[in-house]
Structures are given as structure tokens and as C-alpha cells.
């Protein structure tokens, strides 16, 4: 089994943050918000994003997958009482020459092998969508 842990602070009525080896990172927890931080909603969706690209990391030389790029787009649909995440969707966009077939192989992988994609699909709905990128796409 693995384990992790992160440890956070209230730095003051601004922000707070978190901490696991040597990296930090910058928390809004102020009410009023701040354009600077990520707030826990926000944080919660960079986490299943970044599970999505590990997770390609991890697969893709073992599906012997060209991987030139990768983009996901994420959107969460929040409720306010009792607070909680309803339904999250998100578009991943690979920049690649493989097949539709092998595109949809790679997203059947993440999805499969991701620790916050299965905990979050247990949660609330978890819906998403993997594309090749189109040479109209803007970075």
C-alpha cells in the first residue's frame, strides 16, 4: 500500500497552504476569493487532472502509444446545500497520429488505473470525453 502525506496551514484571513515533500503550494481560503490560489473546488479537479496526465505517463510506453502532447479541460458542477461535488466532466485532447481505436484504448486505461479518477467516479458523476487535437486547436 502507499501512503502519502501533506500537511497546511492558515497563513492569514487571505490564504492558507499545503505542504508534502518539498513542494508548497499556495491555498484561497479567503471568503471573498482570490484570483491567485486555487480554492478547494478548483483544487480538487487540478488533482483529477493531474491523475489523468500521471496516468499517461505511466501507461503510454506500456501501450507503446505516441504521445506528442496532452490538454484536459475540466468542469465541475457544484451544489450548495449540503455542499458537494454533483457532477464533474472533463475533455482530454491528445496530440497523436494513433488510431480512434488506440485513442479510446489510452482513455480506457486512465480511467481504469487512476486513484482519484476511481475514487471520484464512486463519489459523483464523473463524466469525460478524449479527443485528437485538431490543428485549430489553440494551446
Known amino acids: 500500500m502507499l501512503e502519502y502525506h501533506v500537511t497546511a496551514r492558515r497563513l492569514d484571513s487571505h490564504g492558507s497552504e499545503a505542504k508534502t515533500k518539498a513542494a508548497r503550494i499556495t491555498l484561497d481560503t479567503d471568503m471573498a476569493g482570490r484570483d491567485d490560489a486555487f480554492n478547494p473546488a478548483e483544487m480538487l479537479l487540478a488533482s483529477l487532472a493531474a491523475c489523468l496526465l500521471k496516468g499517461?505517463?505511466?501507461?503510454t510506453p506500456v501501450l507503446g502509444f505516441d504521445l506528442r502532447g496532452i490538454d484536459i479541460s475540466l468542469h465541475g458542477v457544484r451544489q450548495d446545500n449540503p455542499p458537494k461535488m454533483l457532477r464533474i466532466d472533463y475533455e482530454i485532447v491528445v496530440d497523436t497520429d494513433e488510431s480512434d481505436q488506440r485513442i479510446?484504448?489510452?482513455?480506457?486505461?486512465l480511467r481504469k488505473y487512476g486513484t482519484?479518477?476511481?475514487?471520484?467516479?464512486e463519489a459523483t458523476e464523473l463524466v469525460g470525453t478524449i479527443r485528437r487535437k485538431d490543428p485549430t486547436d489553440v494551446a
Open 104 to 109: 479510446d484504448l489510452l482513455h480506457r486505461n
Open 56 to 59: 499517461a505517463e505511466r501507461v
Open 116 to 121: 482519484i479518477s476511481n475514487t471520484l467516479a
